[in-house]
């Protein structure tokens, strides 16, 4: 994750009714590797736990699933703005593609 996740935006694992493990798991992912989260049910307790599917992930919390979206945005659009910085100022090669060209690729 390129960014730090902001404290209010991370809920912390905890054992929780299961039904509500389940709408957890089904509308947040983990906050450390943006990976799916797993439900995990405990018989003795009745109780349910949310866990991340990545092996070896340390699972500090979840995060929304919009919020990942909202994140992804935003660094896709820092990612165009530092490679057309980087191609002005000679560090990347341009594509040699004509403006027309590149137009007709994107379908226009």
């Known amino acids: 994750m390129s960014d730090q996740v902001q404290a209010k935006e991370v809920l912390t694992p905890k054992q929780m009714d299961p039904d509500e493990a389940r709408k957890l798991a089904k509308a947040c992912v ?3 590797c943006w ?3 797993t439900v995990l049910f405990d018989w003795r307790s ?8 990545t ?6 919390g979840y995060v929304s699933r919009k919020y ?10 820092e990612l165009v703005e530092a490679r057309t910085a980087l191609q ?3 560090v990347l090669p341009r594509s040699g593609k004509s403006e027309s060209q590149l137009l007709k690729e994107m379908g226009f």
């Open 55 to 60: 092996r070896g992930c340390p699972q500090h």
């Open 88 to 90: 002005a100022n000679g």
């Open 68 to 77: 990942v979206e909202r994140a992804e945005a935003k660094s896709s659009g």
């Open 35 to 37: 990976g799916e989260l």
């Open 46 to 53: 009745r109780m349910s736990t949310v866990s991340c599917e």
């Open 30 to 32: 983990c906050s450390d």
